[in-house]
């Protein structure tokens, strides 16, 4: 079940992951062709103006698209197989307060009508997280948040 459950929590990461990436490219396109548009019906400070901002908006999406590409090589480096009694990556922690799966920052995940966040390791929650067993404590904001179960 342990296995399954990371699984099918990867699988969610990577889709979102490529979804990123997906989007980021589509970005990418359409701000060349904004940019090329742009060069065939523009003239003085309108078209240098345009052609800027297309540019910027290429240079973010670039961004974007390699932030997305670095997750995704990152979490297929992950050997979900590994089993520990302490957090680390790759790891589900399911605590009083919520549950976290160690992976990659994706944000909410929802399986089995159970909410999961996607964090990473060096992520503020993820930090406190690390090395924790069962029954362990930790503060976050004020909030203690204590370990149920790591799997």
Known sequence: MTINLKHQLYSLCLKQIEQKISNAQSAIDSATESANDDTKSSAGDKHETGRS???????????????ALDLKKSIEKINLQIQS???HVGSIVITDK????ILVPVGKLSIHEKSYYAISI???????????????????????????EVL
């Open 122 to 148: 060096a992520s503020p929650i993820g930090i406190k997280l690390k090395n924790l067993i069962k029954n362990d404590s930790f503060d976050m904001n004020g909030i203690v948040y204590k370990i149920l």
């Open 85 to 87: 009694a302490s957090a």
């Open 98 to 101: 919520g549950n976290f799966f």
């Open 53 to 67: 901002m297309a540019q910027l908006e290429q240079e973010k999406s670039r961004h974007q698209l390699k932030e």
